[in-house]
Nanobody, 120 residues
Framework: QVQLVESGGGLVQAGDSLRLSCAASGRTFSSSTMGWFRQAPGKERRFVAAISWSGRTYYADSVKGRFTISRDRAKNTVYLQMNSLKPEDTAVYYC??????????????WGQGTQVTVSS
């Protein structure tokens, strides 16, 4: 059974940093693209970042320069380092693995989400 478990969310102030982790189990994702998405209250889920099997990274314009996605293949884990957080970054953050097509759209596997709240 494949599971993606996010952790590292919390309540921080604007300008602070957080690092989210996504631990995968049930199979290895070392050759898969993995991504992060977020969903704010009342809004659709949106792409944040992705990392390919080769390590190539992709970012939404809204987080470029502030967020960094990385992976540890040995730990089957992907990370999202979030710096200079803004109140508009407040959302539930979801980890995903194995895109059905584009890295910015649907994936086969999803985590349960972790809440990130940024106060002004």
């Amino acid at each position: 059974q494949v599971q993606l478990v996010e952790s590292g969310g919390g309540l921080v102030q604007a300008g602070d940093s957080l690092r989210l982790s996504c631990a995968a189990s049930g199979r290895t994702f070392s050759s898969s693209t993995m991504g992060w998405f977020r969903q704010a209250p009342g809004k659709e889920r949106r792409f944040v970042a992705a990392i390919s099997w080769s390590g190539r990274t992709y970012y939404a314009d809204s987080v470029k320069g502030r967020f960094t996605i990385s992976r540890d293949r040995a730990k089957n884990t992907v990370y999202l380092q979030m710096n200079s957080l803004k109140p508009e970054d407040t959302a539930v953050y979801y980890c995903a693995a194995d895109p059905k097509g584009s890295y910015a759209q649907e994936y086969d596997y999803w985590g349960q989400g972790t809440q990130v709240t940024v106060s002004s």
